[in-house]
């Protein structure tokens, strides 16, 4: 039996964290056994890269890459993979997703090298569905109390990551699929649970 891997994504202050919690919640209403996991960490090595990338001084855009490939690479190993191989449910906050667009967007690395380096570290453990919530940028700025040191990037920044995302909806619209964030983060929570059945019945 295989289960189900599902990413939320989005830029930062899209409210992807608020609707992972309540999608959790209503999979597991139903019966499904769920596991939660974010990006970066959710290992214990993975911890300590998180700490790195987002509080340490400068690295270049190659070593954030790397890093989050390398922390990606370890979630897939130790929880995301067994847990498919348990039959559950994953519901990811972020993906490698992020690092096309962030590191791909944002810091404007080559796409293709990101990616390939990406897929080489997952083996072949990737979402089946990639949720990308969008978020006007100026609400989505205000929602930010303290970002990190990605967070701080700015607008420039921001507006390249989403851009990228839109291009990935464009260019894989049967894996990811744009959804606007609406006042109430359980309407959303519920419109990705129904492409989750959707694609089970599928
Ligand atoms: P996250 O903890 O999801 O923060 P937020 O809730 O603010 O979105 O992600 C931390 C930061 O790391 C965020 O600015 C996005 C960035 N990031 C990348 O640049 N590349 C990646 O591959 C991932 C997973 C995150």
Redesign the pocket.
């Known amino acids: 039996m295989t289960g189900v891997y599902i990413a939320l994504e989005?830029g930062?202050?899209?409210g992807?964290?608020t609707v992972a919690a309540r999608l959790v919640e209503l999979l597991e209403e139903k019966g499904d056994t769920v596991v939660a996991v974010?990006?970066?960490g959710g290992t214990a090595l993975g911890e300590e890269i998180r700490r790195l990338?987002?509080h340490s001084s400068d690295m270049t855009a190659w070593s954030?890459a790397l890093l989050?490939a390398a922390q990606?690479s370890q979630l897939a190993a130790e929880v995301i993979g067994p847990a498919l191989g348990r039959g559950e449910v994953v519901i990811a906050?972020?993906?490698?997703y992020?690092?096309l667009a962030?590191?791909g967007g944002?810091r404007a690395l080559d796409p293709q090298l990101v990616r390939l380096i990406n897929e080489a570290a997952l083996e072949g453990v990737i979402p089946d569905l990639v949720v990308v919530l969008t978020i006007d940028p100026a609400e989505a700025l205000a929602r930010?109390a303290d970002?990190?040191r990605?967070?701080r990037q700015g607008a420039k920044f921001q507006e390249a990551v989403a851009r990228v995302y839109r291009e990935l909806a464009r260019s894989e619209p049967d894996r990811v699929r744009l959804i606007e964030m609406g006042d109430d983060p359980d309407d959303v929570a519920r419109a990705i649970f129904a492409m989750i059945e959707e694609r089970r019945l599928g």
Do not use: C, M, N, V
């Not at 906050?93 to 490698?96: F, K, P």
């Open positions: 989005g930062d202050g899209a992807k964290t974010r990006e970066p990338l987002l954030e989050f990606r906050d972020r993906s490698y992020s690092s962030y590191q944002g930010q970002p990190d990605i967070g």
